[in-house]
C-alpha cells in the first residue's frame, strides 16, 4: 500500500480521519437531495451511472476493503449487494454490467440509503477500536475515491436532467461560472530547462502521481486565462466544425457520425447561443469559460487559432502562473506511467494502472471537483470524444 498513496501520519491521527469520512458521507448524501426519487435510476448512455448507483457504489467499497477484512463481526447487509455495487474490480468478483445499472429499480432508494447508514455505523464502530496504518491508508483511498463519485454524481445528475425534454434545473442557485474571464491573449513565459515532475508533497496522492521524475521542455508560452465562449463561438462561426483539416481523423468521423456542431448543452434559440445548466437552460455568458467539449474539439480549437494545447508536464511546471480549478483542462499528453510505477498489490491495483491505454490526460479540477481533492500534480483521463465533464481547455502560443 506504501506504494499505491502517499500519507503523512504524524498530523492526521484517528479523530480527523473519522471526521473527514462523516463529512465526505454527508457530503454526498446532500449532493441527492434536490433530486426526485425518480431522477435516481435514469441511466442515459452507458457513461452515465444513475445516483443511486453511485450511492451504493462508494458504500461497498467501504464494505468490501475495510470491514469485510478486518471487522470479523461484520455482517454484510445484503449478501447480493457486491455484485451490485462493484464496478470495474475483476478480481473481487462479479457484478452488474455497466449498460445495466439503470435497469435496477431494486434495490430501492430507501434501501441503498439504509445501506449506506448501515456501513458508514460499522466504519466508525472499527475507526473507535486501535486503527492500524493499513486501514488508516484505505479509509483515506475510500475518502477520495467517494469525494470523486461526488463529482461524478453532479455531471452525470446534469446529463440526466439536460436529456430530459423539459430541461429541469438541479438546483436554480447553482453557479456554474464564478470565475468570468476578463481578457484573453494573456501569455506567461516559461524559460528551457528540466524540471522535476510528479506529487512530492505532504498528504494524500493516487498512484499514479508517483514516480518523481525530471523532463525536459523547451520554452513556451502559456496563456493565462481558459478559453472562453465567445473565443470558441468564433470557431463555429467560421465554420469550424465544417473544416476537416482542423481535426484528427477519428474525430473527423465521430464529428460527422454524431452530427456534433457544438458543445455538449449547447442549443441554439432564436439565432442566439443558450447552454444547459445545473441552474437551468441560461443564454451563454460570453466571458465564461467554454466547457463540456471533447479533447477532439479542443486539438481542432487549437489547431483554427493557430496554437496547440500544453502537455501535462508544461501545465504542472507554469500552474502556479496562472488560476486554475473551474474546467478540467485538456491535454496533449497520453495517459501513460511515470517513470518506475508500480500498481499496487491486489484489488486496489486495479484503481489506475489498467486504464493507462487510449486516453488523454486532464489537468487542474472544476467546479464539481470537491474540497480537498485537486492539487498541481493530480492526473484526470478520459477518452477522447468524451465530453460530459466540467472540460475546457488552455492553449500554448505557438
Known sequence: MSVYIKLVYTFFMNIDLQAFFKETRLKTEKICEPLAVEDYVVQPIVDVSPPKWHLGHTTWFFEEFILVKYDENYKRFHEEYAFVFNSYYESVGKRVIRTNRGNLSRPTVDEIYRYRHYVTEAVLRVLQKNTTEEIAQLLEIGIHHEKQHQELLLTDIKYILGNNPLLPAYKTSFNENPKLISKTNDYVNVEEGIYEIGHREEGFCYDNELGLHKVYVDSYQIAKDLVSNKEYIAFIEDKGYQQTLLWHAEAWDWIQKNKIESPLYWHKIDDEWHQYTLAGLQKINLQAPVTHIS????????????????????????????????????????????????????????????????????????????????????????????????????????
Open 295 to 398: 479533447y477532439f474539439e479542443a486539438f481542432a480549437f487549437a489547431e483554427w487559432s493557430g496554437n496547440r494545447l500544453p502537455t501535462e508536464f508544461e501545465w504542472e511546471i507554469a500552474q502556479e502562473k496562472f488560476e486554475w480549478g473551474d474546467r478540467w483542462e485538456w491535454t496533449e499528453s497520453a495517459y501513460l506511467p511515470y517513470p518506475n510505477y508500480k500498481k499496487a498489490p491486489g484489488a486496489l491495483g486495479e484503481y489506475n494502472g489498467k486504464f493507462m491505454v487510449n486516453q488523454k490526460v486532464l489537468r487542474g479540477g472544476s467546479i464539481a471537483t470537491p474540497s480537498n481533492h485537486t492539487r498541481p500534480t493530480y492526473r484526470n483521463f478520459f477518452h477522447p470524444q468524451l465530453r460530459w465533464q466540467f472540460t475546457g481547455l488552455r492553449l500554448v502560443k505557438v
